[in-house]
Structure formats: C-alpha cells, structure tokens
C-alpha cells in the first residue's frame, strides 16, 4: 500500500484545524470583514472535514485492495464490497453514523451539502437532526447569534472524526 490517503486524510485534518483556529480568531475579531470571515471559515472548515472524510474512504478502499479511483462515496465503497462479498467493521461502523440522522457524520455531511444551497432567511431550529451549521451556511445573510455554537460543533466533529480515523486505522493494521 501507498499511504497516499493516509497522508492526505491526515492533511485534510490538519487543515480543518487550522481553519477552526483561524475561526477562533475571527470571532474574537472587531474588523470589518468579521462576519465575512466567519463565514468564509465555516465554510471551509466543512469542507476539509468532507475531504478529508472523502479521503478516509479512499483510505479504507486501499486497505481492501479496492480501486480507489471510483470511491467517491460511502455507497460506492459499498458497492465494491458487495461485488467482493468481503465484510468490514470500517464499512458497517460508516454505514451506520452516515444513516443516523443524530450521529455527528450525518450532520457533517448535510452541513457540507447545504453549503450547495441558499435561503433568504433564517427558517428553521437547530434540532437534533439539523445542525446549527447547517442552518448556518444555506442562509444569506446569517446574524451571527450561533457563531460561538457552530464553533463547538465543528470542534466536536473534529475530534469524533480524528477518533474515529484512529480507532479504525488501529483496527485495519491489527488485520
């Protein structure tokens, strides 16, 4: 195996918490371009996150011997391991955070796919199933009121998903 996803996984991770630190600052900041800035971060911050996600997957699909070119995907992992009939708790552990519309790997998820979308205005409550990130990034013009709550958020995505990349990375070498 190359490691390539490994390193780029790791990268990825690196880069979500440089970014987080730089939200850090810019919520503390009392420039101008504050909100501009927060934004940006939130924004970026999701999508190191899904790359790095993205990678993992790669990573997992290298580990199986995988052609890791047409992993894009949880579903299109799945699809080689259907095609294998090879079983893994990497894929049964994803499989089951990506469906639970509570895990902190939904919420990421969505919270990177309404970076996609746009509303004019400030609909919906954070629940259980909806992030206050996601919320965050579809409006225009947010307020700002949930800046330090996206913050813990996305901190706490971070450290469930370094965990996570630890735990199943430690159980594919013991394989």
Known sequence: MSNVYLVRTNQKINFARIHLDALTVAQDSTKWSKHNEIESYNESILFHLASAYG????????????????????????VMFEASGQESPERIELVGLEKSEVSWLHKMLAAYGACWKALD?????????VSVSEIHVVQINPNHAEDSDILAEYKQWLNEFRSLVERLRSDMQEW
């Open 55 to 78: 990678s993992f997957l790669r990573e997992v699909a290298e580990k199986y011997s995988f052609d890791t070119s047409k992993v894009n995907t949880l579903a299109d992992l799945e």
């Open 121 to 129: 205005n400030h609909s919906e409550a954070a629940s259980d199933k």
